[in-house]
């Protein structure tokens, strides 16, 4: 078996970005209409306000109408919950992004549920989990999206095929699961209670991996000529008292085995921001009673 063909989820993700960018100029050009994406930020964790500020930039890029909203480290949950308010009544507004992780004292129950569903592009709200579960039209949770969009560009029709899906948050893993159940795989979500989750994993035609543990996925877990998701981001010391980012795959073995694999950076990471405005184009587009663009 020779080497495993890398996905790259960067490139797809520049082409995805451009293909929104083009959808938006012809919404404004022809209905007036700009997509426009609220993302709130409370507190100054630097890894979140990483993320906001790619968010931000990405979507201005895209040609889409970018409100940032950062509020102080104490800001209260009712405090947020009206600005949610204000943004779920602001026809400006498409696409609403609150930022995890929130401060102790607001309970991100409280304010995802807060948000309006036709507005909740990260797909978090319970109407939105409900609708994707029972194969209705939903906002669907940007990583597991980017994960079936390079799945399908890799694979074409997933119909049959084992899918192993590793971790079962809310954000990644169910989503994830439920995606591939409307593809036709036969899905196995695994987690920390999954016995003998080496052999569950050698099953899997399609494997994916969100997990949060460096490397755990090993060479010998993989079926040969197997499709590699990995969701993980993990950070480890590196050379030089640096430190690297690596995945929940150990990559080099991994790819010894697999038909095919995203590497960590510049695989799954990409794809969640793509998503993002993918997302909230979507969002507009549902929002004026027009088509929804189809991006692949
Ligand atoms: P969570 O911590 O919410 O979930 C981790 C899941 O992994 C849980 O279901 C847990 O099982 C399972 N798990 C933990 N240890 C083991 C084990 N030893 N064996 C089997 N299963 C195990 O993480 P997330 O889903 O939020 O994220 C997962 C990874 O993906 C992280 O590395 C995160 O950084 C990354 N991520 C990347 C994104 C991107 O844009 N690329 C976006 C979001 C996340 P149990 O439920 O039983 O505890």
Known sequence: MGE??????????????GRVGESVAA???????????AVVL????PASQVYVHSKGKQTQEAGMASFEHRLEATTSQEALLRLVGELNADPAVHGILVQLPLPAQIEPAAVLSAIDPAKDVDGFHVINAGRLATGQKALVPCTPLGCLLLLRDTLGDLGGLEAVVVGRSNIVGKPMAQLLLGESC????AHSRTRDLPAVCRRADILVAAVGRPEMV????????ATVIDVGINRVPGEGGKTRLVGDVAFAEARAVAGAITPVPGGVGPMTIACLLANTLTAACRSAGLPEPKLL
């Open 42 to 45: 409370v507190g100054e964790d």
């Open 27 to 37: 919404l404004k050009a022809g209905h007036g209409l700009t997509p426009g994406l």
């Open 4 to 17: 495993a063909r890398i996905i790259d989820g960067k490139g797809f993700a520049a082409t995805l970005r």
């Open 186 to 189: 036969t899905v196995t979500i």
């Open 218 to 225: 090993r060479g010998d877990w993989i079926r040969p000529g």
